[in-house]
Structures are given as structure tokens and as C-alpha cells.
């Protein structure tokens, strides 16, 4: 069943405030179209934390547009065991988006994750480090400058991207932890202006990074025991490299997106109804021919007067 790319709403907000609340397994569902799912939020792995977040190098950005987003720990219940989806750079679905990453913690006796999300502001991750510009709280590895993104070269390998500047960023902690709570987990919680951010609408993850989360599912090399053996280096750089979907697939998404993510285009009471938006990827209908405009009947003509027609004279 298809799902709608706006995670919005008074649904969302409630639920997302209750995570925020040592409840992250009740936020709502995160989808994206095109037949690829995401990790989505309430996803539970018991009582088994996930392993510390793994050191691979950040590549080059491959041009201006594209954003990091930073890996994560996934959880594969077929196998009961925890797989890395690498890190990437994404192209946001509009312009002025940024990427919040999803982020473990424990709750009520497990460790449940809440899934990302793409906004224009970097809400609560859990005060998760996962580097490159993502310190635990915001954002410092770039900032839109209208409608460009420029990049703070302190925090990311910008390759040949010119719209850079420098600002320092604090190091990554040598204990790499990855959830928040629980024994041992990194101790945090929302800012007030980052529990406003999660009751702002929001875009769901692309279908790219949908994509690149089932190559890394399915790519034995990065569940986590052959991680920590070292043996993942190999198949991240190979995922990152991958083209993950068809070009022509992206202008799809782009059209889906374009209103939802800005919640000053629409109604407010339009951004709380998840039923008041269009069905996501559903053909328009075409457009009725134009009626014919109603014309009167015409009047029949008059027979012509002949001489034998006209009346009679006085005799």
C-alpha cells in the first residue's frame, strides 16, 4: 500500500512528542514511494543496544545541492542482528531542507528507533555524534543560503563543491556511541526548539536513501559481527558509489514533495488533515473536452413570396 511523503500532523506531532518522552517506539511510520520502505520508527531490537557508531571516511561531495546524511544502524528481524546503512549524499527532495537522522534509544525495556526525516529545521537525534556536522544537537555541517547549500568544509571532504565556508565543529567522541538512554547511552533531551521541530510538518526520507538501505540489508558484509571484524569497509564504499534508482524516477518524487514541504503553501487546517492530500503517485485524470456552447435552435426560414402570394386587389 502506498504512503504518503508527509509525515504531518496532529498524529505525528502527539506521537513524536511522546518519543521524545522515553516512548520513541510510538512516533509515526516514516515510507517513502517507488517500492522501497525506510527503516521506520518503532522498530524494536529487545534489549541488545546497537554497536558504536563505525569510523569510514566521509567521500567527496559529487557537487553543489547534495547534503549528508550520515549512517545508521538498522535492524534486520529476520536475523535478529543489527546491519550499518552507510552514510551518503542525498539531494533533499526541495530546496531549504535539511536531514534529521533517526536515532536508537532505550524505552520501557528495549531499544527503538525513530526514524529521519527531511525539514527546514535538523530536530531532536537522540544527541547522537555521527560526525560530519551532526554533534549530537543541530546542525553545523552547512546552511542554505537562499536557494543554494553551502557547504563548511571544517565538517565535510567538499571535493571540488566552490560555495564553502570554514567554522569550527567539536570532534567526534572516542566512544562513538550510537542510542540515546539506557546503560551507557548518551544522556540528552529535546531542546524546546527542537520539540517545536517535531510538531512541523515533514518530508519523508527519498527514495534513494530507501534504496540504499536495501542494499545494505541485504549486503551480508554489513551486518554488524562482520563490521566489527572489520570486514564492512569494503561493501559501504561500494554502496556509495552505486547508483541507487533511475534518473527518471526523481522529477516524480520532486513533483510529490514540492507542496508538502512547505507548510506556508497550504491551509493550516490542510496540514493537519492526511486525507485532504493527494493520493501519492496517482495518474491525474485527464481533463474533460470543453462542452460546446449552447446555442438557441434555428428558426426556419420563410418561404419566399411569389407573385401568385400576394393578396388580391379590389376588383
Partial sequence: MKRSFLV?????????????????????????EGG??????????GSQPPPPIPDYPQPP?????????????????????????????TQPPQSGLLWTPGYWAWSNGVYAF????????VG???????????????YQGGEWRGDRF???RAANNVGQVTDVYTRPVPPAPHNRLSYNGGPGGVKAAPTPEERAEIQAPHVAPTVEQAQREHQAVTEPRLRANQVAKGGGA????????????AAEA??????QVSQLARPESRPPAEQMRPESRPAAMAPRPEAAPPRPEARPPARPAEPARGQDDRKPGPG
Fill in 8 to 32: 504531518a500532523g496532529a498524529a505525528f506531532a502527539a506521537s513524536s512528542l511522546a518519543a521524545c518522552n522515553q516512548s520513541p517506539q510510538g512516533a509515526a511510520n516514516v515510507a517513502t
Fill in 36 to 45: 522501497a520502505t525506510q527503516i521506520a520508527s518503532g522498530v524494536t531490537a
Fill in 61 to 89: 561531495a559529487p557537487g553543489p545541492g547534495y547534503e549528508w546524511t550520515p549512517g545508521y544502524w538498522g535492524w534486520n528481524g529476520s536475523d535478529n542482528n543489527y546491519y550499518w546503512a552507510p552514510g551518503s549524499w
Fill in 114 to 121: 525513530t526514524g529521519g526525516h527531511w525539514g527546514h529545521r
Fill in 124 to 138: 531532536f537525534y537522540g544527541g547522537v555524534n555521527y560526525g560530519n556536522g551532526y554533534g549530537g544537537s543541530g
Fill in 150 to 152: 553551502f557547504y563548511n
Fill in 234 to 245: 569494503d561493501a559501504v564504499s561500494e554502496i556509495q558509489r552505486r547508483p541507487p534508482v
Fill in 250 to 255: 526523481r522529477p516524480t518524487v520532486e513533483r
